[in-house]
């Protein structure tokens, strides 16, 4: 590490300490940054590195969103800029939000080009490294990791890898293994990190849940520091306070509901003698309906960047060659199925169910005041598919959308294309390089590219 990241890093650290936890039996909850308190204030702390001069009070948080097979092409666009930002049918849901995001155009991962649809498409989407075919995988480390192995002993955890939909066994028939389709997230070249499903466990493992502690409530556990705290902080603070326990309570009762379900469908499955992950939702134990599913994952990201529990976090929304049905969009046919014909109503609607995601999880934390600004304010969320076209299997470019400035280091509300750049130009490492280098994890290069993305 360079004496420039060393000495950011250490100012980092030393801003983050005067932050307030809530500490109880088995659990740590970082709080919203209370301005009434001894030493905490909205001031920013200066680091100043190559890149100049950059704000460090706040930790800075990456998450990656991914729905495989594409989108509706004819429905994904953006004009103009800030306020004036028109938005496509697909894109709307970020209509609240768009002074806040970035619509980018034309990237590519060049390695996953040429080499076969789908598995070949997405086992090194976040690495961009070559797979390799036959009984042995073999890729890369992907950008969400690279970031959990610098950053990640800040919190609890390094990161957090959630998925709403099982992974699949097997091959496909280009001779890829199918554990390409169903992660995007690999601790290093042989090895995905194994997804978490269930929203149950997810929260346990945030928040200390062990054994017994399960049957007791995380805030019951810190109810009376809290109330000590509520006595020494303003009324403007102790609103802030409530708030965040409040949502922290309302995701804990979803959390118990689902806690049920999944005990009950172990159960079942030790009863039939079958591994749980052969049935299927309901049975076994995963939430019904999917808006459920996808909602909860996310209010658990938003959560686990509010408490400080994590900085890196990824959702794969729906893996390539999906198997989700969606009879609450009034479409009959799978995903995969229906990605055959994307640009038909029903598949539109598909993709804008999964990018309501992005939108859902950038509102909630752009909803949580952090300083002068919001918790999205000093994040980068990450939307992106493996291809553009379900229908032609092409991913000579993918839809990709940001949201969040990364505490004012990366400019936002704009249409960026660079379809026309040439080749290497438009890299989606380039793009990953650049994030990175604002969450202070600086790379001389990360899979197939050794430059940064132009004018992000």
Same mark, same amino acid.
């Given at each position: 590490?360079?004496?420039?990241?060393? +000495?950011?890093?250490?100012?980092?650290?030393?801003?983050?300490?005067?932050?307030?936890?809530?500490?109880?039996?088995?659990?740590?909850?970082?709080?919203?940054?209370?301005?009434?308190?001894?030493?905490?204030? +909205?001031?920013?702390?200066?680091?100043?590195?190559?890149?100049?001069?950059?704000?460090?009070?706040?930790? #800075?948080?990456?998450?990656?969103?991914?729905?495989?097979?594409?989108?509706?092409?004819?429905?994904?666009?953006?004009?103009?800029?800030?306020?004036?930002?028109?938005?496509?049918?697909?894109?709307?849901?970020?209509?609240?939000?768009?002074?806040?995001?970035?619509?980018?155009?034309?990237?590519?991962?060049?390695?996953?080009?040429?080499?076969?649809?789908?598995?070949?498409?997405?086992?090194?989407?976040?690495?961009?490294?070559?797979?390799?075919?036959?009984?042995?995988?073999?890729?890369?480390?992907?950008?969400?990791?690279?970031?959990?192995?610098?950053?990640?002993?800040?919190?609890?955890?390094?990161?957090?890898?959630?998925? &709403?939909?099982?992974?699949?066994?097997?091959?496909?028939?280009?001779?890829?293994?199918?554990?390409?389709?169903?992660?995007?997230?690999?601790?290093?070249?042989?090895?995905?990190?194994?997804?978490?499903?269930?929203?149950?466990?997810?929260?346990?493992?945030?928040?200390?849940?062990?054994? +017994?502690?399960?049957?007791?409530?995380?805030?019951?556990?810190? #109810?009376?520091?809290?109330?000590?705290?509520?006595?020494?902080?303003?009324?403007?603070?102790?609103?802030?306070?409530?708030?965040?326990?409040?949502?922290?309570?309302?995701?804990?009762?979803?959390?118990?509901?689902?806690?049920?379900?999944?005990? #009950?469908?172990?159960?079942?499955?030790?009863? #039939?003698?079958?591994?749980?992950?052969?049935?299927?939702?309901?049975?076994?134990?995963?939430?019904?309906?999917?808006?459920?599913?996808?909602?909860?994952?996310?209010?658990?990201?938003?959560?686990?960047?509010?408490?400080?529990?994590?900085?890196?976090?990824?959702?794969?929304?729906?893996?390539?060659? +999906?198997?989700?049905?969606?009879?609450?969009?009034?479409?009959?046919?799978?995903?995969?199925?229906?990605?055959?014909?994307?640009?038909?109503?029903?598949?539109?609607?598909?993709?804008?169910?999964?990018?309501?995601?992005?939108?859902?999880?950038?509102?909630?934390?752009?909803?949580?005041?952090?300083?002068?600004?919001?918790?999205?304010?000093? &994040?980068?969320?990450?939307?992106?598919?493996?291809?553009?076209?379900?229908?032609?299997?092409?991913?000579?470019?993918?839809?990709?959308?940001?949201?969040?400035?990364?505490?004012?280091?990366?400019?936002?509300?704009?249409?960026?294309?660079?379809?026309?750049?040439?080749?290497?130009?438009?890299?989606? &490492?380039?793009?990953?390089?650049?994030?990175?280098?604002?969450?202070?994890?600086?790379?001389?290069?990360?899979?197939?590219?050794?430059?940064?993305?132009?004018?992000?």
């Amino acid at each position: 590490m360079n004496q420039d990241n060393t +000495s950011r890093r250490t100012i980092v650290r030393n801003s983050i300490s005067r932050r307030t936890f809530l500490r109880g039996v088995g659990v740590t909850m970082a709080l919203p940054w209370l301005e009434s308190l001894p030493g905490l204030n +909205s001031n920013s702390v200066a680091a100043t590195t190559s890149e100049g001069t950059v704000a460090a009070s706040f930790p #800075k948080r990456f998450a990656v969103l991914f729905m495989g097979n594409g989108v509706n092409p004819d429905h994904w666009w953006a004009k103009g800029t800030g306020a004036e930002m028109e938005l496509s049918k697909t894109l709307e849901p970020l209509d609240s939000v768009k002074t806040k995001i970035n619509v980018i155009s034309g990237l590519f991962n060049k390695p996953s080009t040429g080499q076969g649809i789908h598995p070949g498409m997405t086992g090194n989407l976040l690495s961009g490294v070559p797979i390799q075919k036959g009984a042995i995988i073999h890729g890369g480390i992907s950008m969400d990791q690279m970031l959990a192995n610098h950053i990640g002993q800040d919190s609890l955890q390094p990161s957090i890898v959630l998925a &709403c939909e099982q992974p699949m066994n097997g091959y496909h028939e280009s001779n890829f293994s199918n554990a390409y389709s169903s992660h995007i997230s690999w601790q290093n070249a042989d090895s995905p990190v194994p997804n978490e499903m269930y929203p149950s466990l997810a929260f346990d493992s945030l928040f200390e849940n062990r054994g +017994s502690l399960r049957n007791i409530s995380v805030l019951d556990r810190v #109810k009376e520091r809290a109330e000590k705290l509520s006595r020494k902080i303003s009324a403007t603070d102790k609103t802030k306070l409530d708030e965040y326990l409040s949502s922290v309570r309302d995701v804990e009762r979803s959390i118990e509901r689902m806690r049920v379900d999944k005990d #009950k469908a172990e159960n079942r499955a030790r009863d #039939k003698g079958q591994p749980i992950f052969t049935m299927k939702r309901p049975e076994n134990g995963l939430p019904e309906d999917l808006r459920d599913h996808a909602r909860l994952m996310c209010d658990i990201i938003a959560l686990a960047f509010q408490t400080d529990k994590t900085r890196v976090a990824s959702l794969l929304l729906a893996r390539d060659l +999906s198997f989700l049905y969606y009879p609450f969009l009034d479409v009959r046919e799978g995903h995969h199925t229906s990605s055959h014909n994307d640009t038909s109503a029903g598949y539109e609607r598909i993709a804008r169910f999964h990018l309501s995601q992005l939108a859902y999880l950038a509102k909630r934390l752009d909803e949580m005041p952090e300083g002068q600004g919001t918790v999205l304010d000093n &994040c980068c969320l990450m939307f992106l598919s493996n291809m553009w076209s379900g229908t032609k299997h092409d991913n000579k470019k993918v839809p990709v959308i940001t949201a969040g400035g990364l505490g004012g280091t990366l400019q936002t509300g704009r249409v960026l294309n660079y379809l026309d750049s040439g080749d290497d130009n438009r890299k989606l &490492c380039s793009l990953y390089l650049s994030l990175m280098d604002r969450m202070g994890v600086q790379l001389d290069h990360f899979g197939d590219a050794d430059s940064r993305l132009a004018n992000l």
